[in-house]
């Protein structure tokens, strides 16, 4: 999972800096998630413009990593909310590989 607290999009007018990402924490087994997750702070609890991430071990977080040749960015815009539950049910739907 990867906490980025400084990302804003190009509409405003700051590009996307990959070194301002930071590993918050990994996990290799759905144990390892829920002792993860059982421990971070819910999006709503979460400063505005506080982006998470997460992505398969050995990819890197940029455009330019061949893993993204095929790939893609999905992002919702809700009110905040509403972010908490939409973020537990595409992480819960990823761990079940329901995508």
Do not use: C
Request: aromatic share 16%; charged share 25%.
């Amino acid at each position: 999972m990867i906490n980025d607290t400084n990302f804003k999009n190009k509409n405003e007018g700051k590009d996307f800096d990959s070194n301002q990402l930071q590993e918050i924490s990994s996990f290799q087994s759905v144990e390892e998630f829920f002792m993860v997750y059982q421990h971070l702070r819910r999006p709503t609890a979460m400063p505005y413009f506080t982006f998470l991430h997460i992505f398969k071990k050995g990819i890197k977080p940029v455009w330019e990593d061949p893993a993204f040749k095929e790939g893609s960015r999905f992002q919702i815009k809700t009110q905040k909310s509403h972010t908490s539950k939409y973020w537990e049910d595409l992480l819960l739907a990823m761990m079940g590989e329901q995508f």
